[in-house]
């Protein structure tokens, strides 16, 4: 609307106060859609302000707004004043706040339109501020991505690279942080945004003044001040004064300081801009600081600056407070006083995520460690700096850490050094020329057209690019557990070696170019928002025997690889396509079939007297080849043909066009029905052609999931897999209960099954899927156990005795993806539940509750397995714990099950504890959950109520009894939280 953009254009003019009136003016007398938009004109304008009263009066217009628009049918400009209101919380930065932003943004995109609208942008640019502001990183560069790709309009472009600039200054990306803003800046000088340019200016200037460059951000700040003065910003005014005083006293400016400060002090003093006068009393302080007057400065800092950003919980100034505070202490010699809020302020800074400050402070106090001659806290202290400014590429921090260190401690400076060099330790390594012979995988890479664009940029561009790239390269190549054996221009050759409790050497490899490849796709992303060009790569893989050792001679020798396969993964590199991994024949044989490859057409590459067998790799082989649905028990539809349904027991499966195994009884295996019948699932696959798919309960139990796998087999192959019969006894065992008890748990096929289980509910519920996108999760990574296991049938394993096997994850074993990620889980987690079964304690409860009911508290429950998944242990009595409720926080399965729960597992908590989660009860046999594990028997329970020792009291101390469970007469020890109930009859 013409009225509309009229004052959106005196808005960006600086002159708010009159776009403000003119807005109130035409409210009264517009009709009901322009009503609307300036309703949304008003509320948006007024909770860019940095004033509470003008926020409660902007969030009645953005409601005003968003019931008119509901009323004409706009969704989307609904949506859009909803996701305004949640602009209020990004300007408080509580993490309860934050949380309530998230959700309204959350109604704000129930209600957008269309997933590519103007609405989509601006709640995944405000999902991306507030996962910033709340810590997560990771979630928070994947919104403003989004966000970027979806903004349709300069002024939208600049606001997110405004905010993109500052998430890329709080991890340390200054370099990336100045070109955003520097971007932002152009932006809105195009679009007229002359109130946006002020800011954009400031924030630029305190970027540069936190790099050091004072002349440059005296420069930039003097420009924010004159656009802030041109368009009446106090609020920006207040804080470019306390940043340029900052700026000056760097250049050692002391007067200039002191009327900055007091400019800045007054203009935020008038105006309530309470963040702005405690920066301003931290500034004062800092000036007496550097002009000698230690005492005056600690007593500014105190009595002004701490108490208002503790009462307005301003956590990052008030680490920068603390920090000022213990350089303070020190001067006056108040050591240990200084060390204790030096530690206050690196723990802010830990909390919040902001690494930069962290090992900047965690320098000052390595440094005040050394003059109070504590040099071990002090080697502590410089190694966790160098950790981080390593990792964040900080070339000052590392440089000044690296001088402490030498001081310290000058052979670990050496072997620092030795090892960005290297890339490996000093200690295990020879310095005599020669090598050995040795099995390995090794990966060439190089940037396609890198001479062509290095011709034609700036050389500190082109050598910041190779640093960006080299640095996500080297990442994932070491996570891989490989190591980069040179840079050569743009090229990287890494070489993967065996390694005892790693992947084979071959499937690193061929996982970390695949990872490789998806970094590049996320730097891409981040170029394209900087203007850059994109990078391609190609990538070769070969394996084979080669001499590893130091080549060269005494004056100067390499460690590193020398052979064919090193040869030809750089001659499959050079064939390879932009964006693309080939790889040798002798790589493809090592694979397994655990990736989806094609072959490509032979080569004869240079110096090789026969053509060499090429394949590309597209990809992880998926082992879901065919849909899969999870049906809830209640369900009831008609059904398309071609469904394969186990053990779900549905209405309207009866008399459907449908394969079904069903289970007749508790205890009956639908993997045994699958296994007899093979030819029966051939036949009905053949009639119902490609429409074939599996049908399975929700929350499969193992007999339904090793069914599955073996109707796809059967499918996919024609024919059971060699194995399959103990594989199916095994699960039938697992359905009735009777498997020997273990000696080492976690080795055993069981307990990886519940801990993939464990771990899948615990990450759907962190990141917000739902129970079919769990279950999918599961069943793959079920999968791929199996087949894992299935190798191991054939290999002649007795999976009923463990104990005369080799453990299923021994050290020394060729793991293949992804178990080698499984293993490290399921023994932490394991070991998280043994510790809370040192301190459960388990009740007999009363008849009335239930029949033979038992239930299980745990002091401070840490494991997920316990709560949820718990392995069956030796129960002489026949007794199941089930996972009756849980009263630790939220479930990891909210919202399943809870209809489904019986009413003696119900609880009502007492005062202080936490709510009661209905959770499904019963063993394998009823609702397909695994046995939760501890009975009274198997742990010695007794009637009535015990106490046990807490871990946290010292020996002989027990805790009372403190409060009561409406659960008969259940009493728990006070700490202690209920995480189950056992029954006979689950």
């Known amino acids: 609307m013409a009225e509309v953009e009229h004052l959106e254009a005196l808005l960006r003019q600086g002159r708010r106060e009159e776009a403000l009136a003119a807005a109130r003016q035409h409210l009264a007398t517009a009709a009901a859609a322009e009503k609307a938009a300036l309703c949304y004109f008003l509320g948006a304008c007024l909770l860019a302000q940095q004033d509470e009263a003008a926020w409660a009066e902007g969030e009645a217009y953005l409601e005003q707004a968003k019931a008119l628009y509901l009323q004409l049918g706009q969704t989307e400009q609904a949506a859009l004043a909803l996701a305004e209101q949640a602009r209020r919380a990004l300007h408080s930065g509580s993490a309860a706040a934050l949380q309530a932003a998230l959700k309204t943004l959350d109604l704000a995109q129930a209600l957008q339109g269309e997933a590519t609208g103007k609405a989509a942008a601006r709640i995944a640019h405000y999902r991306a501020v507030s996962y910033d502001q709340l810590g997560d990183k990771a979630r928070a560069f994947e919104y403003f991505m989004r966000a970027y790709e979806l903004a349709q309009d300069e002024a939208e472009a600049a606001r997110i690279l405004d905010d993109l600039g500052l998430y890329y200054a709080s991890i340390g990306k200054r370099r990336l942080a100045r070109s955003c803003l520097r971007q932002a800046m152009a932006k809105k000088v195009a679009v007229g945004d002359q109130q946006g340019q002020a800011r954009t200016a400031g924030r630029l200037g305190r970027l540069l003044l936190e790099a050091g460059d004072m002349a440059a951000a005296v420069t930039a700040l003097e420009q924010a001040l004159e656009l802030a003065e041109a368009v009446d910003d106090a609020y920006e005014l207040a804080w470019d004064y306390c940043s340029l005083a900052r700026a000056y006293m760097g250049m050692q400016a002391y007067a200039r300081a002191a009327a900055c400060l007091e400019r800045g002090l007054a203009l935020a003093t008038r105006h309530g801009f309470a963040t702005h006068i405690a920066a301003a009393h931290i500034g004062r302080a800092e000036l007496l600081l550097c002009q000698g007057d230690a005492t005056a400065a600690l007593a500014v800092l105190r009595q002004h600056a701490i108490p208002e950003l503790r009462a307005r919980q301003q956590p990052r100034e008030l680490a920068a407070a603390y920090h000022l505070e213990g350089r303070i202490l020190a001067r006056l010699g108040q050591h240990h006083e200084a060390v204790s809020a030096l530690r206050e302020a690196i723990l802010l800074y830990h909390q919040h995520l902001c690494p930069c400050e962290q090992a900047t402070v965690t320098l000052t106090l390595a440094r005040l460690y050394i003059a109070m001659r504590c040099p071990e806290e002090a080697k502590a202290a410089v190694r966790a700096v160098v950790e981080m400014a390593?990792?964040?590429?900080?070339?000052?921090?590392?440089?000044?850490?690296?001088?402490?260190?030498?001081?310290?401690?000058?052979?670990?400076?050496?072997?620092?050094?030795?090892?960005?060099?290297?890339g490996q330790e000093a200690g295990g390594q020879t310095f005599l020329l020669g090598g050995q012979r040795e099995e390995l995988t090794v990966l060439a890479s190089d940037i396609v057209g890198f001479t062509a664009y290095a011709m034609l940029q700036d050389l500190q561009a082109v050598t910041q690019t190779l640093n960006d790239y080299f640095a996500l390269m080297t990442e994932v190549i070491r996570r891989h557990h490989g190591y980069v054996d040179k840079y050569a221009g743009d090229g990287l050759l890494a070489i993967f070696r065996p390694l005892p409790g790693a992947a084979h050497h071959a499937h690193r490899a061929v996982q970390a170019a695949m990872a490789m490849l998806d970094r590049l796709h996320d730097l891409n992303r981040e170029r394209a928002i900087l203007g850059q060009e994109a990078l391609r790569i190609r990538i070769g893989i070969s394996s084979g025997e080669a001499i590893l050792g130091n080549i060269g001679c005494y004056g100067k020798m390499d460690y590193t690889a020398v052979g064919p396969?090193?040869?030809?993964?750089?001659?499959?590199?050079?064939?390879?396509?932009?964006?693309?991994?080939?790889?040798?024949?002798?790589?493809?044989a090592l694979l397994g079939g655990h990736f989806h490859v094609v072959p490509l057409p032979s080569f004869t590459p240079k110096g090789f007297p026969t053509p060499q067998r090429v394949w590309q790799v597209l990809g992880n082989r998926p082992l879901l080849k065919y849909p899969v649905a999870f049906m809830p028990r209640d369900a009831a539809a008609s059904l398309p043909p071609g469904a394969i349904a186990l053990k779900v027991p549905l209405p309207a499966?009866?008399?459907?066009?449908?394969?079904?195994?069903?289970?007749?009884?508790?205890?009956?295996?639908?993997?045994?029905?699958?296994?007899?019948?093979?030819?029966?699932?051939?036949?009905?696959?053949?009639?119902?052609?490609?429409?074939?798919?599996l049908l399975m309960p929700q929350q499969p139990d193992f007999d339904t999931v090793v069914a599955a796998y073996l109707v796809q087999e059967i499918l996919e192959a024609g024919t059971l897999p060699r194995g399959a019969k103990a594989l199916v006894d095994y699960a039938g065992h697992v359905l009735a209960d009777t498997l020997p008890p273990p000696a080492a748990w976690w080795n055993t096929p069981y307990g990886v099954v519940l801990g993939i289980w464990g771990r899948n509910a615990r990450y759907c519920a962190e990141h917000g899927l739902g129970p079919e996108q769990q279950d999918l999760y599961s069943l793959q990574r079920l999968f791929y156990f199996l087949q894992y296991l299935l190798g191991r049938l054939v290999a002649g394993v007795d999976l009923l005795r463990p104990e005369a096997n080799p453990p299923l994850f021994a050290d020394g074993f060729p793991f293949r993806p992804p178990f080698e990620r499984e293993r490290a889980f399921v023994k932490r987690d394991y070991e998280a539940y043994q510790h809370d079964l040192t301190y459960a304690t388990v009740f007999n409860l009363p008849p009335a509750t239930g029949p033979s009911a038992t239930a299980v508290a745990v002091e401070a429950p840490t494991s997920t397995l316990f709560a949820f998944w718990g392995p069956p242990r030796h129960r002489p009595h026949g007794e199941r714990v089930c996972p009756g409720a849980c009263l630790y926080g939220r479930p990891l399965l909210p919202d399943r099950t809870a209809a489904a729960a019986p009413k003696a597992c119900r609880l009502v908590p007492g005062p202080g504890a936490g709510r009661a989660v209905p959770m499904v009860p019963g063993g394998p046999g009823a609702a397909g959950w695994p046995p939760l594990a501890n009975t009274s028997a198997a742990r010695g329970g007794q009637s009535g109520a015990r106490s046990r020792q807490h871990p946290s009291l010292p020996r002989g101390t027990h805790r009372g009894a403190a409060r009561s469970r409406l659960l008969g007469s259940l009493t728990l020890p006070a700490g202690s939280r209920l995480v189950g109930i056992a029954q006979q009859a689950c």
């Open 565 to 588: 396969p090193v040869i030809l993964a750089s001659r499959l590199e050079e064939y390879a396509a932009a964006n693309t991994i080939c790889i040798s024949e002798e790589t493809h």
């Open 653 to 693: 499966l009866e008399g459907a066009p449908v394969l079904t195994f069903a289970a007749r009884e508790a205890t009956a295996s639908v993997a045994a029905q699958v296994y007899a019948n093979p030819d029966r699932i051939r036949h009905y696959a053949e009639s119902a052609g490609k429409q074939v798919h």
């Open 390 to 422: 390593e990792t964040l590429g900080h070339t000052q921090l590392v440089r000044e850490a690296d001088e402490l260190l030498e001081q310290l401690d000058p052979k670990e400076a050496v072997q620092r050094a030795f090892r960005r060099l290297t």
